[in-house]
């Protein structure tokens, strides 16, 4: 099955031109998120508020893959979670529960992407957490939260705590159950789960190779933040998304529809 066999229709003219921009880069970030072998069938997500007083968010049409997603056929929903746009399409109930609550606590939080990777739920496995043994981990260290699991996430009691642990920080590691970050952008919130990915995949072969780790020295730690705004002049997202995309167009195109 492809994207357009889905016949989703097209709702280019029935949203804002900065609707439809952000739809574009979200429905991006999805396939990007597969192309990467992050997505977990159909049951993570990534959203994105929408620009306006309105408080509405846009995220993904539970039962699309994650590689068919279009910039139609993202869902637009209220902070109660109602569609406000119509779709054909319902969103996972457990989704909304987690990002709902962060959209409305942190105004920065644009972009909010969890996924259920297999290095990122195998280091939220572990007791220790992730370990100061790379240059991607620091970059991760440097605003990261945790918060412990309590099963699926559909009672919303749990959003308080949820937020509270997330705190103002940048990435989340939800014990037991996978990674999330928070950004300004889809771009922006992409590339701080690349890191995330990265440092778990690197801890996990890091620690299979059966001898002591070599841990990265604090002070090092405490100088990351500016460290990372000189290398990427501060616009790391922005430096790296162009590039995605032209990846996106030769490996998957079509998430403009």
């Known amino acids: 099955m492809t994207a357009t066999s889905l016949k989703v229709p097209n709702v280019r003219q029935s949203v804002t031109a ?4 952000l739809r574009v880069d979200l429905a991006a970030a ?9 997505d977990d069938l159909i049951f993570t997500h990534v959203s994105a508020r929408v620009p306006g007083p309105e408080r509405h968010f846009l995220i993904n049409p539970y039962g699309m893959m994650f590689e068919e997603i279009t910039a139609s056929s993202l869902v637009k929903i209220d902070q109660g979670g109602a569609k406000v746009l119509e779709s054909p399409y319902e969103i996972n109930p457990a989704g909304f529960t987690i990002h709902s609550c962060i959209h409305a606590a942190r105004e920065d939080a644009h ?10 739920v195998a280091v939220s496995a572990q007791r220790a957490g992730l370990l100061p043994i790379s240059q991607q981990s620091l970059f991760v260290l440097a605003s990261l939260a945790y918060h412990d699991y309590e099963g699926v996430a559909l009672n919303p009691d749990e959003q308080p705590r949820l937020v509270a642990d ?17 950004g300004g952008s889809p771009a922006e919130a992409f590339l701080h789960l690349y890191l995330f990915e990265a440092a778990c995949a690197i801890q996990l072969r890091a620690q299979s190779g059966g001898t002591d780790l070599l841990p990265i020295r604090p002070e090092i730690l405490g100088g990351i933040r500016a460290a990372a705004r000189q ?3 501060g616009q790391g997202a922005d430096l790296v998304w162009p590039g995605l995309l032209r990846r996106l167009d030769r490996a998957n195109p079509g998430y403009r529809d």
Not at 18 to 21: K, V
Not at 30 to 38: D, E, K, S, T
Not at 111 to 120: E, Q
């Open 231 to 233: 290398v990427t002049r």
């Open 166 to 182: 997330l705190g103002a920080s940048v990435f989340l590691m939800l014990r037991n159950h996978g990674l999330l970050t928070v």
């Open 18 to 21: 900065a609707e439809w921009n």
């Open 111 to 120: 972009c909010i992407a969890h996924v259920h990777s297999l290095n990122g």
């Open 30 to 38: 999805y396939r990007l998120v597969a192309l990467f072998g992050w």
